[in-house]
C-alpha cells in the first residue's frame, strides 16, 4: 500500500541513467544530513549521511553533495536500477534529537 | 533479524477509541522514536525517548502519550482516537541520536473512522 502522498515530486528515469535527487534545506546551523529511501508499505531506509563540515560523500552507486551556501543537498544514484524506484527523504539534524525531513521525491526507474 | 518490530500492522479504530502502538527494538538502542507520515508531509515526530527513563514532545505530541517500558520497547497510546490521527505510524530507534542512524520498523496503518 502506498504510505506516501499522490502529489510527491516525481523523477522518471530510465533503467542505467544517473539519477539526481534534490533536497533544500532549512536550518543553515543544521550540522547532519541523511538521506532515506522508503519503498512502498516500509519504514524509510538509510542510504547514505553527510556532516556540514564535508562537502561530498560516496557510497555504493551513491554520492551526496551539500552546499552550504545555498543550503542545498543532493543524493545521486549511478546507473540507476529498477529496484531503486522508491521515494527519497532528505533528513536534517536542527539539534539534540531533532532530526526533520523532508516531504520526499518519487523516483520512477523504467526498465 | 535485528531491528524495529512494530505491532499491528494495521488498525481500524472508531473515534473515541483507545489503543496501544507497541514497539520493540533489539540493537541495545539508547534512543527511540515515534513519528507519524501522512499524504503529502514528511515525517513529523510525535514523542521520543533519547534513553531509557526519559520521554519527550515531538512536533506534534497532541493526542498522544508515550511509555519507555524498558531499553527495548516504546509504545505510542491513542486515549481517544480523532479521525485526524489517521496515518501511518513509525517507530525509530537510534544509539544515541543524531549523528547517529536511524532504523525504522515497517509501520502501522491507522484508520479512525
Known amino acids: 500500500g502506498e504510505s506516501v502522498g499522490l502529489h510527491l515530486p516525481t523523477l522518471s528515469v530510465q533503467e542505467g541513467d544517473n539519477s539526481i535527487i534534490n533536497c533544500a534545506y532549512s536550518?543553515?546551523?543544521?550540522?547532519?544530513f541523511i538521506w532515506y529511501k522508503q519503498e512502498s508499505g516500509k519504514g524509510p531506509q538509510f542510504i547514505i549521511d553527510?556532516?556540514?563540515?564535508?562537502d561530498k560523500r560516496q557510497g555504493q552507486r551513491v554520492t551526496v553533495l551539500l552546499n552550504k551556501t545555498v543550503k542545498h543537498l543532493s543524493l545521486q544514484i549511478a546507473a540507476t536500477q529498477p529496484g531503486d524506484s522508491a521515494v527519497y527523504f532528505c533528513?536534517?539534524?536542527?539539534?539534540?534529537?531533532?532530526?526533520?525531513f523532508g516531504t520526499g521525491t518519487r523516483l520512477l526507474v523504467s526498465p | 533479524n535485528a531491528g524495529v518490530t512494530q505491532t499491528p500492522k494495521f488498525q481500524v479504530l472508531k473515534t473515541g477509541q483507545s489503543m496501544t502502538l507497541q514497539c520493540a527494538q533489539d540493537?541495545?538502542?539508547?534512543?527511540m522514536y515515534w513519528y507519524r507520515q501522512d499524504p503529502g508531509m514528511g515525517l513529523r515526530l510525535i514523542y521520543y525517548?533519547?534513553?531509557?527513563?526519559?520521554?519527550d514532545k515531538g512536533e506534534v505530541p497532541n493526542g498522544y502519550n508515550v511509555s519507555r517500558l524498558n531499553k527495548r520497547e516504546f509504545s505510542l497510546r491513542l486515549e481517544s482516537a480523532a479521525p485526524s490521527q489517521t496515518s501511518v505510524y513509525f517507530c525509530?530507534?537510534?544509539?544515541?541520536?543524531?549523528?547517529?542512524?536511524?532504523?525504522f520498523g515497517s509501520g502501522t496503518r491507522l484508520t479512525v473512522v
Open positions: 525509530a530507534s537510534s544509539e544515541r541520536g543524531p549523528p547517529y542512524g536511524y532504523t
Open positions: 536550518n543553515s546551523a543544521s550540522d547532519y
Open positions: 553527510i556532516r556540514s563540515n564535508m
Open positions: 533528513a536534517e539534524n536542527e539539534g539534540f534529537q531533532k532530526l526533520v
Open positions: 540493537m541495545n538502542h539508547n534512543s
Open positions: 525517548s533519547a534513553s531509557e527513563g526519559t520521554t
